[in-house]
């Protein structure tokens, strides 16, 4: 077949270069002729609708057989404009609009935004205990069901479904257990500047038991299908390779910075809502026996090895708070705190039968006092604030200036996804295409973190 | 910036080896020892970069937006500013301060201290040297970047434009915040990308969103908008969006042109 022949080229235009058909002879043929000109570079665009990129990631592969020479990630298929419609919300509305971000840990956008406000607001000291409690324990299992979401479509990818499927089955009772203290699974909006919106519901801690001894029960399958699996360590192990120098440089921080060996976590190093007080290990990876460091299979034990710290966590905030039942969860300041003290319905509505009795028969200026810190909100003094918390993906930070207003002036989130796919390039190039899949779920980026 | 020419020093080449590093700096959290071995000129030095608050605003009124103010309160004319605490005598932060402008004298244009939070303003013409001199020195090692972001002030005269970059030292376990500024008539500011690869995606999302250009940026090319996308969604002159809503005979107005309250 000639190589400069056009079939499909309009009457009068003219063929350029070499012109690739593959029909009219057997593929074995076609091959072989295609090596023989050795120009197979092959441009793959994976994404943003593929099964395996956590969303709508898109990758742009070029890939010489199946060695990836240059990969490129494209992002912004989710950006929803969360930072600029915020800027016209009131600051507890806020809530709302950042848990939509990383959706697969909702708990950390929402306490990260929190604690930003609260910092400008001043009232880092006079959130109540048992709400500073209940947000660790929200936390720490938020942290459990995204390491397994993270373990779960990893492992989906590389063939071991059974990984998923039980780990979405873990998921699912830690969600329960969410739908039960704020009425959804996701996109909660239950942290709020000053504290959390309810209470736990009465029978709240016994769920809770229940969650734990489910976990305790469940979570060492994991390493039982996984650890030692062939398999799945000859698909894991030296994939995704990222020294710490190369993590510094890109900014990756979480479960990828410790799978180099370097033990950072903000918990124990910057501690926030009172993790000093708490009996937890952070966990690096150390090669051992021969297993690479800084690799997917490192992340992958660091996540399991988190998930059992996290559990210890767990475990001493249900103590705590079965101690300090029936205490304050939002700050006693009634210029910042939600008025209503809510209690969940069956509906899964959050209501107080009690506060509407009082501002609609019983006092005036409390009806006047609820309809304007709903309607208007407060203000937060001018000034800029940043914090940042540990995400079970890495460092997730909260940037917020306040210009005095009822509304934020700016909002930005650094989202520990957005760093981490920068490193997909040095990560990936150079090595199979099928190990692509392995090195981007071993980073855990959730799209809706990322493009905010 | 137009001074980038090639005769001009990387910032990590211009420090000698020779030069004395004053204190340890394996440590993590030593910021007293080395605040003690601060010599008494850096303090003085330090004393003299402009404190202040920041004026962004001015405002007239007292409650709302978008409708005529029936609070009686209409005439009052206040100004917004971000306060600023002043230097605390205990801690890290005059001592990285003083190092500071010890490497790179007139290196800051002001420095607010407020709520725990230090923040450097500086120059953009110097920033490319302070950053590198924060990235690179042992008593600073300000060594990871991990976020880097906006802020459109439109009321701040000459400095409309804001680029913050938040810096992390794992070495000594500090955080800090510099800031630079750019009018909106030129809105460039020097990338850090060769500084902190880091920055790379966070410059074309600051590009993106607020339209401020990164000189030196190795592709600065919109990230999270399509790319044929025009204006800059998060400046404040870029409207919000939204159809108003009928109903009923009364229409409701997008959220960005509502009467709220501020």
Redesign the interface.
């Known amino acids: 077949m000639s190589d400069t022949t056009d079939f499909y080229a309009q009457p009068g235009e003219e063929t350029q270069g070499t012109v690739y058909t593959a029909m009219g002879g057997d593929w074995a043929h076609i091959a072989t002729e295609q090596a023989e000109r050795s120009d197979e570079i092959l441009v793959i665009n994976m994404g943003p609708q593929h099964p395996s990129t956590h969303g709508v990631l898109r990758l742009i592969l070029e890939c010489d057989g199946e060695t990836v020479l240059s990969i490129r990630p494209g ?2 298929f989710l ?1 929803t ?1 969360i ?3 915020m ?3 009131t600051w507890t509305q806020g809530s709302t609009f950042v848990t939509r971000m990383d959706y697969v840990a909702p708990i950390f956008n929402e306490v990260a935004y929190c604690l930003a406000v609260e ?2 607001l ?1 009232i880092e000291d006079a959130i109540p205990q048992r709400a500073t409690v209940i947000r660790v324990l929200m936390m720490e299992l938020n942290r459990i069901a995204s390491h397994l979401v993270a373990i779960g479509t990893g492992g989906m990818e590389i063939g071991a479904l059974t990984v998923m499927t039980i780990g979405f089955r873990e998921r699912e009772m830690i969600l329960d257990f969410f739908e039960a203290v704020t009425g959804l699974r996701m996109n909660h909006a239950y942290m709020r500047p000053g504290g959390v919106a309810n209470d736990l519901p009465e029978t709240g801690i016994a769920q809770l038991r229940e969650l734990i001894a489910w976990l305790h029960k469940h979570l060492p399958e994991y390493a039982a299908f996984c650890n030692e699996n062939p398999i799945f360590k000859m698909r894991m192990i030296g994939i995704g390779h990222q020294d710490l120098s190369a993590c ?6 979480g479960p990828v910075l410790r799978s180099t060996g370097y033990d ?1 976590d903000l918990r124990k ?2 501690p926030y809502c009172g993790y000093e007080t708490y009996e937890f290990e952070s966990k690096a990876w150390q090669p051992t026996d021969g297993w690479a460091s800084s690799d997917s299979y490192a992340r992958f034990r660091i996540r399991l090895d988190e998930m059992w710290e996290s559990l210890k966590i767990v475990e001493q905030c249900a103590d705590r708070l079965e101690a300090s039942r029936g205490e304050p969860v939002m700050v006693a300041d009634p210029k910042i705190a939600w008025p209503a003290q809510l209690a969940l319905g069956p509906d899964g509505q959050g209501n107080s039968h009690e506060h509407i009795k009082h501002i609609m028969g019983e006092s005036m200026e409390a009806l006047i006092h609820h309809f304007k810190i709903v ?3 407060f203000r937060v ?6 914090v ?1 918390i540990e995400s079970p993906k890495g ?1 997730i ?1 909260c ?1 917020v ?1 306040s ?5 934020p ?2 909002v ?1 989130m ?1 989202d520990p996804g ?2 981490h ?2 490193s997909v390039p040095i990560q990936c190039e150079g090595g199979m295409i099928s190990d692509v899949v392995v090195a981007v779920g071993s980073l855990d980026p959730v799209m809706g973190g990322v ?2 | 910036m137009s001074d980038n020419g090639p005769d001009k020093k990387l910032p990590g080449e211009e420090k000698s080896v020779d030069e004395p590093v004053e204190g340890t700096d394996s440590a993590p959290g030593a910021g007293l020892e080395r605040e003690d071995a601060q010599p008494d000129e850096a303090l003085d030095t330090v004393a003299q970069v402009p404190a202040g608050v920041h004026v962004i605003q001015t405002r007239k009124g007292m409650w709302s937006d978008g409708s005529g103010d029936t609070s009686g309160y209409g005439r009052i004319v206040r100004s917004v500013e971000l306060p600023n605490a002043g230097l605390p005598s205990e801690g890290w932060y005059t001592g990285v301060t003083g190092r500071l402008l010890k490497l790179v004298p007139d290196a800051l244009v002001r420095v607010v201290f407020d709520r725990g939070e230090l923040t450097f303003f500086v120059a953009r013409e110097k920033l490319t040297e302070v950053m590198g001199q924060l990235r690179d020195d042992a008593q600073l090692r300000f060594e990871f970047l991990p976020s880097v972001s906006g802020v459109n002030y439109p009321d701040d005269e000459g400095a409309e434009l804001h680029v913050v970059y938040h810096l992390q030292s794992m070495t000594h376990n500090r955080r800090l915040r510099v800031e630079t500024t750019a009018p909106d008539d030129d809105p460039h500011v020097p990338s850090v990308v060769p500084l902190y690869p880091a920055a790379d995606w966070h410059e074309r999302e600051t590009w993106d969103m607020f339209g401020i250009v990164f000189d030196g940026h190795p592709h600065l090319t919109r990230i999270l908008m399509p790319d044929d996308w025009v204006g800059h969604p998060q400046r404040k002159d870029y409207p919000l969006g939204g159809i108003p809503v009928e109903y009923k005979g009364a229409t409701v107005p997008p959220p960005d042109q509502r009467r709220s309250y501020r």
């Open positions: 992002i912004g950006h404009g930072e600029k419609n800027e016209y919300r910092r400008l001043g510094m440089a890109l900014g990756v921080s950072w190093q910057q309607t208007e909100g003094p001018p000034g800029q604030a940043y940042p460092e930070a940037h200036v210009d005095g207003g009822t509304k002036f700016r930005h650094r957005f760093n796919l920068q493009d905010r």
